[in-house]
């Protein structure tokens, strides 16, 4: 019997994933990314998954056979979900592999924001040790925390926060009702801004989409703790108004931020951003762990092969 092909992208998924996909249907690698690439090879094979690689119109219209588009994690931004739908593939993602480590990085970020971490580091390494009384670190016992957004990822940051650190916690989710945050034991805001008048830290925990196109930006920050509260974004970067950002930052409008994602990705090492000492900035790979991509990768294999067996999928992004 003929095997279904399934095209991966270099690099691509962990050996995890691999050696379930390989026992039951042929592999073809292509060699990047590209537009150009993934038109060429798209053609003949039956399913693609995706790690962080743009998949346009014009890919998905190249195929002829394709059913399957699967998405290395949770974010689908990158997909053209709506020409899938009309070509009637259905694109599927993996929900439940990263939400923890990204929860981490969330705390992390809380954490090295309000001792100061990253300048102190560099005094130290600098032999600037009075920097110990001139940039005094705080607490986060007490302080509170408004996510907004409150999917897995949101709901493990909040309970690690609530339980671990004794902070108060506030959450925006107009898809979450009162009756479903009292479950959780936390407090849902109805409007965001009088979420971000509350909050020591604002943490972002949602889609990208027009909706949340730069939903948080130069309006928003006025109405931020004025030079006491930090922004914390491991959602995706276009969600914040990078050119806001920077005024909120460099005015002391706004204390710090944690960045794990940008709105150009990798930024230009020229960014503004870059050049003020109260970012801390990593490179969009909160969700990335070595225990969270196995788990991805499992999750794709497994997914994917189901579909390809007439299965229904248990992660559809779009329901046909």
């Keep these: 019997m003929k095997k279904n092909k399934i095209l991966l992208i270099k690099p691509t998924i962990m050996r995890e994933g691999i050696e379930i996909l390989e026992k039951e249907v042929d592999l073809i690698y292509a060699p990047d990314g590209s537009e150009k690439t993934l038109i060429k090879y798209i053609i003949d094979v039956d399913a693609l998954i995706v790690r962080v690689e743009h998949i346009t119109a014009s890919i998905i219209e190249a195929s002829k056979q394709l059913k399957v588009i699967a998405e290395h994690g949770v974010g689908i931004d990158n997909i053209d979900v709506q020409k899938a739908k009309e070509k009637g593939i ?30 102190a580091d560099k005094a130290v390494r600098n032999g600037y040790w009075n920097f110990r009384n001139e940039h005094i670190p705080q607490e986060i016992d007490g302080k509170n925390f408004f996510c907004i957004g409150f999917g897995k990822t949101g709901q493990k940051t909040c309970q690690t ?160």
């Design 161 to 320: 926060l609530k339980s671990a650190f004794n902070m108060n916690i506030f959450f925006y989710d107009p898809y979450i009702s009162q009756e479903e945050a009292k479950n959780y034991g936390v407090q849902k805001i109805e409007d965001l801004y009088k979420g971000l008048k509350l909050a020591d830290f604002v943490s972002l925990h949602l889609p990208y989409n027009k909706y949340t196109h730069h939903l948080i930006s130069t309006k928003e920050f006025n109405f931020f703790k004025e030079g006491s509260s930090f922004l914390i974004n491991c959602a995706r970067g276009p969600i914040v108004d990078s050119k806001a950002l920077y005024n909120a930052l460099k005015s002391g409008k706004i204390k710090g931020v944690g960045l794990d994602v940008f709105e150009k990705e990798p930024p230009d090492v020229s960014d503004k951003l870059i050049e003020l000492d109260n970012v801390i900035l990593t490179p969009h790979f909160a969700g990335d762990t070595i225990e969270s991509k196995k788990r991805c990768s499992k999750t794709i294999a497994t997914e994917v092969l189901s579909i390809l067996k007439g299965n229904k999928p248990k992660f559809a992004i779009n329901h046909l």
């Design 90 to 119: 259905i694109v599927i993602n993996a929900p439940n592999a990263n939400y923890v480590s990204v929860a981490e990085h969330v705390v992390m970020f809380v954490l090295s924001l309000s001792k100061n971490v990253l300048r």
